[in-house]
């Protein structure tokens, strides 16, 4: 995971792209001018979390972070 998360918002992007554009990890690193290995690492983070496109209208930033960040304190603790 890098040192600097991203902000919610690209994290959401990302997500987007992901799921809904189904690109592949370099496009989306490409176009959100981030690395590939993050692109990999935040929807793994997803989808450890139990998280898919669309996401809930109301899940707001703190809630996704919590998520997203929980499940890699879950994961790292195994």
Do not use: H
Request: with cysteine; hydrophobic share 45%; glycine share 2%.
């Amino acid at each position: 995971m890098p040192a600097n998360r991203l902000s919610m918002l690209k994290i959401r992007e990302v997500l987007r792209l992901k799921w809904a554009n189904d690109l592949s990890d370099r496009k989306i690193a490409q176009c959100c001018n981030i690395p590939r290995p993050a692109v990999a690492n935040y929807v793994e983070l997803a989808e450890q979390a139990g998280l898919s496109w669309p996401l809930p209208d109301t899940l707001i930033d703190a809630e996704l972070e919590r998520l997203l960040f929980s499940a890699l304190r879950k994961s790292s603790v195994r």
